[in-house]
T-cell receptor, first 103, second 115 residues
Framework: KNEVEQSPQNLTAQEGEFITINCSYSVGISALHWLQQHPGGGIVSLFMLSSGKKKHGRLIATINIQEKHSSLHITASHPRDSAVYICGQNFVFGPGTRLSVLP | DTGVSQDPRHKITKRGQNVTFRCDPISEHNRLYWYRQTLGQGPEFLTYFQNEAQLEKSRLLSNRFSAERPKGSFSTLEIQRTEQGDSAMYLC?????????????FGSGTRLTVV
């Protein structure tokens, strides 16, 4: 049974800080998925990656297949990055990390 | 491209009633997914279609849940004899994968309240 864990559960940062959100999973079959969900808003797919690293704007996702671990990094964080970040793999998603970026 | 559309946005029903939700995916996307999300949790997988074929169904899904995707276009999710525990946001997503390129889009969801 695939299990996905995320840390931290909650994260508060000051605007401009570098942020890292971690994701661990137990079954390494399919691609790892990162989602963003704003309060009261819809879900946006950020990345799907099977190896290495992907970058989109200020967001960077990395994955270590051997360790079954992925990280989502946000550089130069901004209050509009405040959201819940969810990782998932093989149709199983974690509970998310709630990020608040203060101005 | 209007994204993934879900209808209705909200549904309030009495316990024991049947409800049906509709999802219209992005037309170029051949895969369609149904998820359920409750407060403070990530999306919980329900089922997934590739074109009109239902390829996977969660074991968490009881016999009261059924989904269809006739002709590989829109999809419906039906819940029979609703229970209070069915109250949740029901999310539809569609996707395509071509080589190294992919698109994965969620709809805004249908919020179900069972009273």
């Amino acid at each position: 049974k695939n299990e996905v864990e995320q840390s931290p559960q909650n994260l508060t940062a000051q605007e401009g800080e570098f942020i890292t959100i971690n994701c661990s999973y137990s079954v390494g079959i399919s691609a790892l998925h990162w989602l963003q969900q704003h309060p009261g808003g819809g879900i946006v797919s950020l990345f799907m990656l099977s190896s290495g690293k992907k970058k989109h704007g200020r967001l960077i996702a990395t994955i270590n297949i051997q360790e079954k671990h992925s990280s989502l990094h946000i550089t130069a964080s901004h209050p509009r990055d405040s959201a819940v970040y969810i990782c998932g793999q093989n149709f199983v998603f974690g509970p998310g990390t709630r990020l608040s970026v203060l101005p | 491209d209007t994204g993934v559309s879900q209808d209705p946005r909200h549904k309030i029903t009495k316990r024991g009633q049947n409800v049906t939700f509709r999802c219209d995916p992005i037309s170029e996307h051949n895969r369609l997914y149904w998820y359920r999300q409750t407060l403070g949790q990530g999306p919980e997988f329900l089922t997934y279609f590739q074109n009109e074929a239902q390829l996977e169904k969660s074991r968490l899904l009881s016999n009261r849940f059924s989904a269809e995707r006739p002709k590989g276009s829109f999809s419906t999710l039906e819940i029979q004899r609703t229970e209070q525990g069915d109250s949740a946001m029901y999310l539809c997503a569609s996707s395509y994968f071509r080589g190294g390129d992919y698109g994965y889009t969620f709809g805004s969801g249908t919020r179900l309240t069972v009273v």
